[in-house]
């Protein structure tokens, strides 16, 4: 049960690192309610194993401290475990078909694959508030290894809030959107779609270099019937 642990605990320093970038041994014995000792022991061993770099801070008069990030291999570790069922295959797949029947028509396809998954969430969605689809759909997509999260932007968190920040710390085809780019537009198209009383827009973009994928939720203005 002890290495389970271990075991685990590594895993959720490695996903608090993607998702917050950087930290200290005392903000992860805190965020994850393990003593500092404990997280120092995870600290080494990631560091042996090149998943974590640091380096040194100087906060006031102290002793320097140690700032720990993801390395290449370790943020490539968590997007391969959350893209273990696309793969390689399936981007060779789809060079095969682009090499077959053209870019456009390879375009045409993922569009109707993302139509067809729109679908699929709307039907699991319902018909709640809109704080209770956000959250289903959430739900939904870490199901599918995103590492998705929300939270409201209004000044309260109940159910009548309308404006939600969805974020992906993790792309679970960011294999496929590497090589085929136009992949996020269809996946901005499919949001749109699936919460088609919102307007969705794209806040943060892997793709570009940035941590984690996000989008903007926000309820459309009722027209009012004179």
């Known amino acids: 049960m002890a290495t389970t642990h271990q075991s685990s605990t590594k895993q959720d320093i490695l996903e608090y690192l993607l998702k917050h970038v950087q930290a200290t041994a005392v903000d992860l014995a805190a965020a994850l309610d393990v003593s500092p000792q404990a997280i120092r022991r995870h600290l080494k061993d990631l560091e042996m194993e090149d998943l974590i770099v640091y380096s040194s801070v100087q906060a006031g008069m102290g002793r320097p401290q140690h700032v720990y990030k993801l390395s290449r291999k370790g943020r490539d570790r968590l997007r391969r475990e959350a893209a273990d069922s696309y793969g390689e295959f399936a981007v060779s797949l789809l ?32 018909e709640g508030s809109l704080a209770e689809r956000v959250a289903t759909l959430v739900e939904l997509r870490k199901a599918e290894g995103y590492m998705a999260e929300y939270y409201p932007l209004d000044s309260t968190e109940s159910e009548n809030g309308n404006r939600f920040i969805l974020m992906e710390h993790n792309c679970a085809i960011s294999n496929l959107a590497e090589s085929f780019p136009t992949i996020c537009g269809h996946e901005l198209e499919m949001f749109a779609a699936v919460l088609q009383d919102c307007t969705v827009e794209r806040t943060h973009w892997i793709i570009n270099g940035e941590h984690r994928c996000g989008y903007l939720v926000q309820a459309k203005k009722q027209k009012i019937s004179k």
């Open 95 to 126: 060079d095969t078909v682009a090499k077959t029947v053209g870019h456009e028509q390879v375009s045409t396809i993922l569009r109707k694959q993302w139509e067809r998954k729109a679908q699929e969430y709307r039907e699991r969605l319902g």
